[in-house]
């Protein structure tokens, strides 16, 4: 790990934190690489990762350009570990309390919810200097917000204020910047205390319709198996008893 990456993990909740703000949170191929580690020792008992940065000034701006510039790094590693986000198994929340910029963009777009300051504004300007984004963001940030949101920030590099991503699909909730962390916190704990088992199930399902690729047969499996659960047991003992359930995931 590296002090630009932070990464704790108790009670089913996991936050990495981006903490390079003398470079805007860029993340060159020590901050990948502290990422990735991160993941690898994601524990069996999380429930949510949270991803987020230190201070309030920009959430992330993609992969360090000086390093693409200089060879250091390659577009394919960041997008290796915006798919393998984008992948894991279990809800990710992405807390902006900056601004969001570039590459950025898609990271925040790899989790499944965000979270947002009301005071702060998101642009991705590969058309302003010539680039063509890559093609695995262009199609993730196309799954998730459709062909013409993606156009919006891709084609047009259109500058989105705070109220516009909420609007857009691209912010999820909106809350003071005095207030954002604790909201966020309690979203994930939120998120923690629902039935793993059911909560992966359905993120599997719904992360493969959205692409495409479901396979109703494996669908059906994943749904007989929450079906079968001492989770479902306890949450409808939980219920009848008007007491918060403990499920155990299995």
Excluded at 34 to 61: H, N, Q, Y
Excluded at 181 to 189: G, K, L, P, V
Aim: net charge negative.
């Amino acid at each position: 790990m590296t002090d630009t990456i932070l990464f704790e993990q108790h009670d089913g909740v996991a936050q990495l934190c981006f903490n390079r703000g003398s470079r805007h949170n860029a993340l060159g191929h020590v901050e990948l690489r502290a990422i990735g580690a991160a993941l690898d020792t994601l524990a069996k008992d999380t429930r949510v990762l949270m991803i987020a940065s230190e201070g309030s000034r920009t959430f992330c701006a993609g992969a360090d350009l000086s390093e693409l510039s200089s060879g250091v790094l390659t577009g394919d590693q960041f997008q290796a570990v915006t798919n393998r986000i984008a992948a894991l198994p279990i809800p990710t929340l992405c807390v902006l309390s900056g601004n969001v910029f570039g590459g950025g963009v898609e990271l925040a777009m790899s989790c499944d919810f965000r979270i947002g300051s009301d005071d702060i504004m998101m642009r991705i300007p590969a058309a302003a200097i010539g680039l063509c984004y890559p093609i695995d963001g262009i199609e993730k940030l196309v799954n998730r917000l459709g062909p013409g949101v993606a156009k919006r920030l891709l084609v047009a590099a259109e500058e989105l204020n705070a109220q516009q991503m909420r609007e857009l699909g691209l912010l999820d909730w909106l809350a003071s910047p005095s207030t954002l962390s604790a909201t966020a916190r309690d979203r994930a704990e939120q998120l923690a205390g629902l039935a793993p088992l059911a909560v992966r199930s359905m993120k599997d399902i719904i992360d493969r319709c959205a692409s495409g690729v479901l396979d109703r047969d494996y669908a059906r499996t994943l749904s007989d198996r929450c079906s079968q659960s001492t989770d479902l047991q306890e949450g409808l003992a939980a219920a009848r008893e008007r007491r918060t359930p403990s499920f155990k995931g299995h």
